[in-house]
């Protein structure tokens, strides 16, 4: 028997039955007043019970294969070329009305950013049910029951009342979980999984993954995984399609690319990231939060919080979907009154409201949020932007204010050329950097970096990370750097906090956390992290059930 043959006979639940055969697929895009070929020939079948891994790098064509696998192309992109077979139908020259009954109910899409697609006036259990009530045939009260268990699946807390909450009620992990549960809530014989677990916390993503492959395996269904994670998609797809620049690099077996690698470009994606700030000594004190209690209600979500962020270093908070980490951020930057305690900022206590502060405290401390897509304005090119800020903040105008935008666009190693493009012709790296652009136009002392790197492709996110070290070299700027990826906290910490349930439960140097011994609950997260072995999952949830236990007790 052939190694390929093995992966397969490992994998009992992929039968012969096609559900997806793509043939010759070609797209293009507009960009730059001109059409340009953006998926070149690609090739693609999709069996019942199988998950496939498409991964790549940003601007791969990954999310927009994902999305042609639902007879769909998005605003800027049009197909030109091959065949989309769903169950022997083409989807391609289908009738609309026709194509978009599939959609939601036999088709299921579960995108990237939670935050920007759910209605933000409409309860979460009014959207994850509507498809199975408008044209599922089920009845209201019988859909609710059915959204609650798959809550339960998902491990979201309180799943018999989170649904009857609004989006920013809950976390982006826990968002991100509900968008999943919507999309398997018509049982459909294909979910695109386009990067469901990017915005998740280490510890969550291993309940959210186990979920994922449970129901998929359950219930049969098929599943394109699209993410830029090596690690996830290990322990997912029975096979990998490597893409770049819309064209296959290689196809194999998970296990068998894993351990042989054809492409170079594949060992490339393949390469754990070294990149490791050394440790600064302490400096001045930049902010000092001492005592923070807040609520979101009645509901208590930080408790007793106190961090110091010093000049010039940068302070990792990290813990898992809600544990009070952006909340704390939302705190500082006067989104959120607190109940009690107090923030000092260069030695005077901030106004607990926004509202309440003056614009040069407003300047002075900046934030740049997880998704790019949530954050700018798709009606606003990047000149509009950046050029806001200077606005504001300097009352600049004309030709001084067309100069400072120039400028920044080169601090974040962008060109001139993308001053008059929106953010839909921006890969996600792009925008990120336009929006860390649009921080720096206010010349201010601290950012609060809210996730900035989940969401972008290893590569990508070393890109970033260098460019946020070397412009705290050049600036003398304070980060404070909400994250979940113990590789980012190596990367560009100088201090850690641990958050667990709206407390600080550990913080010290990085090299005081990340060496053990560890406090049960840094353990719980420093053994989350995802390694590149398609078994990982499958040991960690087996031997983790008495370790889950002590640290929820």
Known sequence: MTIEQRVISMHPAVNREVILDIRGLEMEGFSGGSWHKIVHGLDLTLQRGEVLGLIGESGAGKSTVGLAAMGYARSGCR?????????????????????????????????????????????????????????????RDEAVRDAQDLFHRLALPNPETIGFRYPHEVSGGQLQR???AMAMACRPDIIIFDEPTTALDVTTQVEVLAAIRRIVEEFQTAAIYITHDLAVVAQL?????????????????????????????TRSLWAVRKLAKDPEPRGDELLKVRGLLAHYGTVPVLEDVTVEVERGRTVAVVGESGSGKSTLARVITGLLKPASGEITFFGEQLPRAVKDRSKEQLRRLQMIHQSPDASLNPRHTVREVIGRPLEFYFG????????????????????????DRLPSALSGGQKQRVCIARALAANPELIICDEVTSALDQLVQEEILKLLLRLQGELSLSYLFITHDIATVKAIADRVVVMHKGRVVQQGTKAEVLTPPHPAYTKLLLSSVPDVDPDWLNRLLAARQPAVSSVAS
């Open 79 to 139: 197909v030109t070329g091959g065949t989309v077979l769903f169950k022997g139908q083409d989807l391609l020259r289908m009738p609309a009305a026709e194509r978009r009954r599939l959609r939601g109910l036999k088709i299921a899409y579960v995108a990237q950013s939670a935050a920007a697609s759910f209605n933000p006036a409409r309860r979460l259990m009014d959207q994850v049910i509507e498809v199975a009530v408008t044209r599922g045939g089920r009845s």
């Open 178 to 180: 509900v968008m999943t």
């Open 237 to 265: 797809a029975h096979r990998i399609m490597v893409l770049r620049h819309g064209r296959l690099i290689e196809e194999a077996p998970t296990r068998v690319m894993l351990a042989h690698p054809q492409h170079e470009y």
């Open 396 to 419: 600049l105008s004309g030709q001084r204010r067309e100069q400072r935008i120039v400028q920044l666009l080169d601090m974040i190693e962008l060109s001139s050329k993308y001053l």
